[in-house]
Nanobody, 126 residues
Framework: QVQLVESGGGLVQPGGSLRLSCAASGRTVTSYAMGWFRQAPGKEREFVAGMSRSGAVRKHADSVRGRFTISRDSAKNTVYLQMNSLKLEDTALYYC???????????????????WGQGTQVTVSS
């Protein structure tokens, strides 16, 4: 079983950048498909970005494509979410998640993910 801890959130102005980190322990991140989700107050938790076990398949939600990028460092057992050109509507609690069953693909469906971190808050405000 893997444990996930997110970090890197904070307060940033519109147009700014942040890099979120998801440090894994207990198992390697290459054992799972990994995903980033976010949840704003009063809204459903939504998929942001995901990466397959091999790293060959990466998906980004339409709302963040071209601005956000998922990546990982296997040596550090960490997954990242680089967020550029941040907008007010990116404000949310961001979660890292791991899907143990996905072999080659990455799913955007949150109920497929088995392990979750506690979340890190991102606030975009002027």
């Amino acid at each position: 079983q893997v444990q996930l801890v997110e970090s890197g959130g904070g307060l940033v102005q519109p147009g700014g950048s942040l890099r979120l980190s998801c440090a894994a322990s207990g198992r390697t991140v290459t054992s799972y498909a990994m995903g980033w989700f976010r949840q704003a107050p009063g809204k459903e938790r939504e998929f942001v970005a995901g990466m397959s076990r091999s790293g060959a398949v990466r998906k980004h939600a339409d709302s963040v494509r071209g601005r956000f990028t998922i990546s990982r460092d296997s040596a550090k057992n960490t997954v990242y979410l680089q967020m550029n050109s941040l907008k007010l509507e990116d404000t949310a609690l961001y979660y890292c998640a791991a899907d143990r069953d996905a072999e080659v693909a990455v799913t955007t469906f949150r109920y497929e993910y088995d392990y979750w971190g506690q979340g890190t808050q991102v606030t975009v405000s002027s």
